[in-house]
């Protein structure tokens, strides 16, 4: 192809990366406005102005066919845009929660807003790759964005720590989720994910490669949706980390990471061998997190845990391995996004003692429903949600991930998750049961501050967090037309065949 | 003289194992920081010498992408490990224990 044809072709795929060119220029927007006005307080605004604009835009293709731009390298149509839009307005909740945050550790700085943004970027670009390279890329700007964030609080020994723990176990995963590119491109010759399903592995050294690298491959994965057993760094680094940013990195990431985790197994995967290494891998992890939350008095460390649980949850929708299972799996990760954000909100805005929540115990929090109402309700919403009670949107996100499993003949897995969301309410009911029916003269710890230590909430936290709650209802009541568009995006013949 | 697609192979996995080991075994925060980048450069030599022997450039483009990310990596881990090392004076990661449960 002539150069000057090529440049022509990636001048009319413009439209499929606009929400990515929005983002990141109103990111370099923010940082040359850092340069002359040192922490100006538009610039958080003009961030969320940004993501607001490109969220709008990527609603508007939620109905759009699918396709693939600039040389089959992303993914273009409904199911980028409804994975970009998770992410977007996760980042949109976050910049709002975590304004007055900011404000209150002195730590507002244009830079942190901006970082956000350039993470956003790296998640879009995940979310909707069409190849191994674009995964790469996406997940490792998202990955740098992340590391820093987390020791945004470089004075204090638990930021540092959890920003090392955190940088040295991703770079870790990285290795082998580089490895098993190789490999798998070693034994398809090439990257493109639907390319790779129809590449014939004909030899037996080819084989081996391929699913020696698909292993490798979902090992990086699983770290960096911290499935158990590669787990261990998320509580201490949820735990450490300034809250809202905690909420950003267990939605977001999370969402993008599955999403193109999706997109691999639906194009590039066989999905018979796959399925059960994801089932052993789901069952563990629903066990695993949900047993050691029991455990925890603090409440962002119960949240870690729980978010452990719920990567568990997700794949069983991805065991499943049925357009049904994906496109429940999507759906989850919708309201699980919601509610996640939520629920870490909440906390930011009620966190005491200075050192982003370390050190504080759920006791000492004991009838705060009563003096922050609009806060107790809320995450009151959120832990409902969480444990999958209905009305919510977390009842029907566990049915859209549990069903397709039994359709597929895996009744044991949806038993197991069923049991352990079960076991969650027991942790989730005693965090409402602290902030509504306990009060604070029972407890000894409670007495320990007083509502000034609290940071100040302002109105957009507040709204954002309220927003957050209606927006669980909706997804529990009208949650079929949401179902319809997310199992709209799987077309049966497009599939990985089995070989 | 052609050396054969598979000495390239075995030597980057011997590599790879080396940089694995380096970081599950080393507990000096740098030493890990190298066995981290020994692995990722134990796979760009995987995917030039598959690159090259399949005649197909896409793996030399994801190269140039793996070297910037782990620069980036380099960048961000070192001032990490700076900020580490003035709050406890120390780079010994089995020091660096405070959470717990």
């Avoid at chain 2, 075995?10 to 380096?22: E, H, N, P």
Wanted: charged share 10%; proline share 3%; hydrophobic share 55%.
């Amino acid at each position: 192809m002539e150069l000057a044809d090529a440049y022509a072709a990636m001048a009319g795929d413009l439209p499929a990366v606009v929400s990515m060119m929005v983002v990141a220029f109103m990111g370099l927007v923010m940082l040359g406005v850092e340069a002359f006005r040192n922490d100006h307080p538009s610039i958080p605004w003009m961030g969320a102005a940004g993501l607001a604009v490109a969220a709008g835009w990527e609603l508007s293709q939620l109905g759009a066919p699918q396709g693939t731009a600039f040389f089959d390298t992303v993914r273009t149509g409904g199911y980028a845009a409804f994975v970009n839009l998770i992410v977007l307005l996760s980042a949109l909740a976050t910049i709002l929660l975590s304004t007055p945050y900011l404000n209150d550790l002195k730590r507002a700085y244009g830079e942190v807003y901006a970082l956000i943004m350039y993470a956003t970027v790296g998640m879009l670009l995940l979310g909707t790759a069409n190849d191994m390279i674009s995964i790469f890329v996406g997940l490792e700007t998202m990955s740098v964005c992340l590391y820093i964030l987390t020791g945004l609080v470089r004075e204090d020994e638990g930021a540092v720590e959890s920003a090392l723990k955190y940088f040295l176990l991703g770079a870790f995963s990285t290795g082998f989720f580089l490895y098993g590119i190789a490999l798998m491109y070693g034994a398809t010759g090439t990257m493109v994910l639907p390319e790779m399903a129809e590449a014939t592995l004909g030899t037996t050294s080819a084989q081996l490669m391929f699913w020696g690298g698909l292993g490798l491959f979902l090992v990086g994965f699983f770290f960096k949706v911290s499935a158990v057993p590669f787990h261990m760094w998320t509580p201490d680094v949820y735990q450490g980390s300034p809250t809202p940013l905690t909420g950003f990195m267990s939605t977001a990431s999370k969402a993008a990471a599955f999403a193109a985790l999706i997109l691999v197994l639906y194009h590039a995967v066989p999905s018979g061998p796959a399925s059960l290494v994801l089932a052993v891998v789901a069952v563990v992890t629903m066990v695993g997190g949900n047993v050691m939350a029991l455990a925890q008095s603090n409440v962002k460390r119960l949240l870690a845990y729980s978010s452990i649980a719920h990567a568990g949850y997700v794949l069983v929708g991805l065991s499943a391995g049925t357009a049904a299972g994906y496109s429940g799996a999507l759906f989850y990760l919708l309201v699980y996004a919601v509610m996640n954000i939520g629920a870490f909100g909440v906390m930011a805005l009620l966190e005491w003692d200075g050192k982003q929540g370390r050190e504080q115990t759920l006791d000492s929090l004991a009838g705060i429903g009563s003096r922050r109402p609009v806060l107790g309700v809320a995450m009151a919403v959120f832990m409902f949600s969480l444990i999958g009670f209905p009305p919510f949107g977390g009842f029907i996100g566990k049915w859209a991930v549990f069903a397709p499993a039994i359709d597929a003949g895996m009744t044991w897995l949806a038993i197991v998750g069923v049991l352990m969301s079960a076991v969650s309410a027991y942790y989730y009911l005693r965090v409402v049961y602290v902030f509504w029916m306990q009060s604070a003269a029972d407890v000894e710890a409670a007495s320990t501050f007083s509502d000034s230590a609290l940071p100040r909430a302002t109105s957009g936290a507040v709204g954002t967090l309220v927003v957050c709650a209606l927006a669980l209802l909706v997804l529990g009541v009208f949650a079929g037309g949401v179902l319809e568009t997310t199992a709209a995006f799987f077309d049966v013949s497009a599939m990985a065949a089995a070989p | 003289m052609e050396v054969a697609l598979n000495w390239y192979l075995s030597l980057s996995a011997v590599l790879f194992t080396i940089g694995t080991l380096g970081v599950l075994f080393r507990r000096n925060a740098i030493v890990v920081l190298m066995s981290v980048e020994l692995m990722l450069n134990a796979v760009n030599l995987t995917l030039v010498a598959l690159s090259q022997s399949m005649g197909d450039a896409s793996g030399q483009m994801l190269v140039f992408f793996a070297i910037a990310v782990a620069a980036a990596e380099a960048a961000v881990g070192l001032a990490i490990v700076i900020a580490i090392f003035r709050s406890k004076v120390t780079v010994d990661i089995t020091e660096i224990d405070l959470f717990k449960g």
